[in-house]
């Protein structure tokens, strides 16, 4: 009998007490259409491996998107990019990543930090990091990009996995130069990697080499990010994963591997 009561009781735990028969019920708000859509297209995504549908669903979900809030609806549309991105992926149409959110965000400027740091890892890791280049460089020389927490870690992913890799060494050193991104010390390394790199690149040798350092002493709080559904809100959310981890619900398409 005691656990027949306590198992009664479980449901109740947590909301402050042991509700009066007076007192009215307090639901929580009912999750939108377009986090219903959202949770839709993770569940094809991670556990149906229905990438087709999920992407459908992604663009269904966008359909209804200026209804939401506009908290909400940022949110909402962040975490829709990161599963389009991902189902594209495993289709083996990630060329088409870059249009397909910026069909979503209509210019550069608007891309959240993490769409974009996926973007860049995607792109790199299947060696065509000048896809990027333009996009990420309207991003960083936007004024209200610049004063965003994720500005410094993308001006390094961008020198490191775009502007080396393509041997932009003017471009390079006027972004190490002229970011207020780069501590002292960051500079020095990356000014160092660049000459690095460019002299790799005279001796006929791999850029990316010159790279090594700066990329082991990079910043450790921007990683690939991972993908968890939040009991509370019950939407799908984004968040910066531990050093090291890949993207959960890791992408098994031809030659995507790991993104890092």
């Not at 992926?89 to 400027?109: F, I, K, N, T």
């Not at 790199?124 to 004063?147: F, H, I, Y």
């Not at 002292?184 to 390394?189: C, G, I, K, P, V």
Request: glycine fraction near 8%; hydrophobic fraction near 40%.
């Amino acid at each position: 009998m005691r656990s027949d009561l306590a198992t009664s009781a479980a449901p109740l735990r947590g909301l402050g007490g042991p509700l009066r028969s007076s007192e009215p019920v307090r639901a929580g708000p009912a999750p939108s259409a377009a986090a219903l859509l959202l949770e839709e297209a993770a569940d094809l995504l991670v556990v149906h491996l229905d990438f087709r549908a999920a992407l459908r669903t992604c663009e269904r979900a966008w359909q209804g998107l200026d209804e939401e809030p506009a908290g909400a609806c940022l949110e909402v549309k962040c975490s829709l990019c990161v599963v389009g991105i991902q189902a594209l992926a495993e289709m083996d149409r990630w060329r088409e990543v870059l249009s397909w959110v910026l069909q979503c965000y209509q210019v550069p400027e608007k891309l959240p930090p993490k769409v974009l740091e996926l973007c860049v890892l995607l792109y790199s890791k299947m060696r065509e990091p000048g896809a990027v280049l333009d996009t990420v460089c309207v991003w960083l020389q936007d004024a209200d990009n610049q004063g965003l927490p994720e500005y410094r870690a993308l001006a390094e992913l961008h020198l490191q996995r775009v502007l080396l890799p393509l041997g932009c060494w003017s471009e390079a050193e006027e972004l190490v130069a002229g970011s207020a991104a780069f501590s002292e010390e960051r500079r020095l390394d990356a000014l160092q990697a660049i000459s690095t790199a460019r002299q790799q690149q005279r001796h006929g040798q791999s850029g990316s080499e010159g790279t090594q350092k700066l990329n082991q002493e990079g910043p450790a709080s921007f990683c690939p990010v991972e993908c968890s559904f939040t009991n509370g809100g019950n939407h799908f959310k984004t968040q910066h994963s531990a050093p090291g981890e890949q993207l959960q619900g890791r992408l098994h398409g031809p030659g995507c591997g790991g993104w890092t």
